[in-house]
C-alpha cells in the first residue's frame, strides 16, 4: 500500500508558473520510476513526464522546454515546475508511482487550471 501527498494545483494565468509536489510514503516502497500523469476533461489520461531512479526523465512533446521534473530520492517525493503555462494544460494531474516489482500505484490527482 502506497500513500501520496500531492499539493501545488491551483488556477493560474496564461503564461504563469506552478510547482507541484508529491510525497510517497509505504512498508518497504522501493521505486523504479515516479512521474506525472494529466487528464483533461473529455480526454484520455496523457503522460507528462517521467524520472527514473537513474536520473534519466521523458517529457511528453507539449511539455518540453516548459516543464522540469525532479526528485528528492530520500523523501520519496516528485516535483515538477510548469512554467510558459496555457490553457492547453489545464487538467488533473496524478502523481504515479513504479515500484521495483512492477507495480504502479497513483495518487489523487490535483486541478489546475489555466484561465485569464
Known amino acids: 500500500q502506497v500513500e501520496f501527498v500531492e499539493s501545488g494545483g491551483g488556477l493560474v494565468q496564461p503564461g504563469g508558473s506552478l510547482r507541484l509536489s508529491c510525497a510517497a510514503s509505504?512498508?518497504?516502497?522501493?521505486?523504479?520510476?515516479m512521474g506525472w500523469y494529466r487528464q483533461a476533461p473529455g480526454k484520455q489520461r496523457e503522460l507528462v513526464a517521467v524520472?527514473?531512479?537513474?536520473?534519466?526523465?521523458n517529457y511528453a512533446d507539449a511539455v518540453k522546454g516548459r516543464f522540469t521534473i525532479s526528485r528528492d530520492n530520500a523523501k520519496n517525493t516528485v516535483y515538477i515546475q510548469m512554467n510558459s503555462l496555457n490553457p492547453e494544460d489545464t487538467a488533473v494531474y496524478y502523481c504515479?508511482?513504479?515500484?521495483?516489482?512492477?507495480?504502479?500505484?497513483w495518487g489523487q490527482g490535483t486541478q489546475v487550471t489555466v484561465s485569464s
Open positions: 504515479y508511482l513504479d515500484s521495483v516489482l512492477g507495480y504502479a500505484y
Open positions: 509505504g512498508r518497504d516502497l522501493r521505486i523504479y520510476s
Open positions: 524520472m527514473f531512479g537513474g536520473g534519466r526523465t
